[in-house]
């Protein structure tokens, strides 16, 4: 009896000892499993670290805002109030669902060629609130002030040709004979008398050319630098006796030699006038008027009509402009100006509708992705040269968006936050795990530890009981 329980409890302690194998087995399987999965973790939070996101910058990338649907195409001082047109590959404007019922009003069906202007007073006043017939006004005001502008510009092109004379250096100073010796000198004195002498010499010079030529600011400001050169030193007392710009000491004060003066101004107003030239023989020419000829004289009196008619017109323009701009305020018209730029470009391009287009994360990786395009829009007057006639014309420029100045890829913070949060959280459901596998497998290996002992302990009770046995019957 004592030998078969003896095997009994060893098949007993042996198939406990079985099932504790497996159980160890399948928890080092478990463990092996927890190990992918951080694995799995750390690989995510490891990506998060280095994925980006597009920014908008106005200060070189210091601060930034969210590269957002509404930042791009809302009027906003982020945008400088001018729209950053989100588009597809295909060159459509892209609508979410704030323009979507706008843009159906100019092309149903999204196709290029819709037609803005008949619904842009009705688009306008919806999305700024200005009243209706203040944006009318305001068309209204622009054609007269248009109007007004085309017929300044053909007035303007009318303008009598002054007659004019092509000669030498020499025939031009002609003109200021009576006011200055052109071979002679001219005795200045010294100290303030000499500055003032010098003055009032430089500005006889500079009013009696200044009748002959059509632009007199420029020998006046030749004369003012010729001043401006020598006074300090007149002033001073220095003595000029050698000095190469045509001012001498005589002792008493200071004599100026006026050939040498006049060659001076004149490179000044050289290089400040288009009515001096060379001929095709190298020479210098200059371009005045005879004021005293039956010519210049006919000229002048048609000149003061032409004038007065030019000055009407000025003034017609200005009334119709002032009455355009304080209309509305400048925020107003900044919108109007946004929306006509968007709105035109809708109906040019045409547009397609994605409603998740709002969303700022799915924005973010269209453009990153390339799917969408950002284009600028350049919304001028254009006039024809025949006709005269007045419009808009569009110009626009398309690019990726990491090839525009204002927008950076930086780190993604908050997916990078939210990253390191999943990551915190997974960890420790991980390590909870494991460490309640590691003390399961520490007690399962001492009960086999002990079983192991157990099952030697029988077996050696049974060899000793059979060794004790057969020797009885030896």
Same mark, same amino acid.
């Given at each position: 009896?004592? %030998?078969?329980?003896? !095997?009994?409890?060893?098949? !007993? @302690?042996?198939?406990?000892?079985n099932?504790i ?13 927890l190990?992918?999965?951080m694995s799995?973790?750390?690989? +995510? ?14 200060? #070189? ?21 001018t729209p950053y ?26 196709k290029a060629?819709? =037609?803005?202007?008949?619904s ?7 999305l ?7 944006i009318?006004n @305001?068309?209204k005001? +622009? ?15 009318? +303008?009598?040709e002054?007659?004019v ?6 025939? /031009?100073?002609?003109?200021?004979e009576?006011?200055?010796?052109l =071979?002679?000198?001219?005795? @200045?004195g &010294? ?5 003032s ?15 002959y ?6 020998i006046e #400001? ?8 020598h ?20 002792? =008493? ?8 003066m %006049?060659d001076?101004i004149?490179?000044a107003?050289g290089?400040l006038?288009s ?26 009196t ?13 003034? *017609?323009?200005n009334? #119709? ?7 509305l305020?400048?925020? !107003?018209?900044?919108?109007?100006? /946004?929306?006509d730029k968007?709105?035109?470009a ?6 397609t509708?994605? &409603?998740?287009?709002g ?9 990153q992705?390339?799917m969408? %395009? ?12 025949? &006709?005269g *006639?007045? &419009?808009w *014309?569009n110009s ?7 090839? /525009? ?30 460490t ?8 399962l290996?001492? *009960?086999q530890?002990?079983?192991?002992? %157990? ?6 009770v049974?060899? =000793?009981?059979?060794?004790?046995? /057969?020797?009885?019957?030896?």
């Amino acid at each position: 009896m004592g %030998m078969a329980a003896s !095997q009994a409890r060893i098949l !007993q @302690l042996t198939s406990r000892k079985n099932t504790i194998g497996n159980e160890l087995s399948r928890l080092s399987m478990q463990k092996m499993s927890l190990t992918r999965a951080m694995s799995k973790v750390s690989k +995510e939070y490891n990506e998060a670290l280095s994925s980006t996101v597009l920014k908008w910058s106005n200060n #070189s990338g210091v601060s930034y805002v969210d590269l957002s649907y509404k930042n791009l195409m809302t009027p906003s001082s982020m945008n400088q109030q001018t729209p950053y047109l989100l588009t597809d590959t295909a060159g459509k404007v892209v609508v979410d669902n704030s323009y979507h019922k706008y843009a159906q009003m100019i092309s149903s069906d999204g196709k290029a060629g819709g =037609d803005w202007e008949s619904s842009r007073t009705e688009i306008l006043s919806s999305l700024t609130g200005i009243p209706a017939d203040s944006i009318e006004n @305001l068309n209204k005001y +622009e054609e007269t002030a248009d109007e007004n502008l085309k017929t300044l510009w053909e007035i303007e092109d009318k +303008e009598p040709e002054r007659p004019v004379i092509e000669g030498s250096k020499d025939d /031009f100073l002609k003109n200021i004979e009576d006011v200055v010796d052109l =071979d002679g000198t001219i005795d @200045l004195g &010294s100290g303030s008398s000499a500055l003032s002498k010098l003055r009032s010499t430089l500005d006889n010079i500079a009013g009696s050319l200044g009748k002959y030529i059509d632009d007199p600011e420029n020998i006046e #400001s030749a004369c003012d630098s010729f001043y401006t050169e020598h006074s300090a030193s007149i002033e001073n007392n220095e003595d000029l006796s050698n000095d190469y710009f045509v001012l001498k000491g005589n002792g =008493d004060g200071y004599t100026i030699d006026v050939a040498k003066m %006049m060659d001076e101004i004149l490179g000044a107003y050289g290089t400040l006038s288009s009515n001096v030239g060379q001929n095709s023989y190298g020479t210098e020419t200059y371009l005045w008027s005879d004021i005293d000829s039956t010519e210049y004289k006919n000229w002048e009196t048609e000149h003061k009509s032409w004038e007065t008619t030019y000055n009407n017109a000025l003034e *017609e323009y200005n009334n #119709s402009d002032n009455a355009r701009s304080t209309l509305l305020t400048a925020e !107003q018209e900044s919108q109007i100006s /946004f929306y006509d730029k968007l709105f035109s470009a809708i109906a040019e391009k045409g547009w397609t509708y994605n &409603s998740k287009a709002g969303d700022t994360d799915y924005l973010n990786q269209m453009l990153q992705n390339n799917m969408y %395009m950002i284009t600028t829009v350049n919304r001028e007057k254009e006039t024809d040269s025949a &006709s005269g *006639e007045i &419009s808009w *014309e569009n110009s626009y420029e398309t690019n990726i968006a990491s090839n /525009f100045t204002n927008i950076y890829s930086v780190n993604d913070n908050s997916a990078v936050n939210e990253a390191m949060s999943e990551y915190e959280y997974q960890k420790s459901i991980i390590n909870e795990k494991e460490t309640r596998i590691d003390t399961r497998m520490t007690d399962l290996e001492t *009960e086999q530890s002990a079983i192991s002992q %157990m099952i030697q302990g029988i077996e050696q009770v049974c060899k =000793d009981n059979i060794e004790r046995t /057969f020797s009885i019957f030896s």
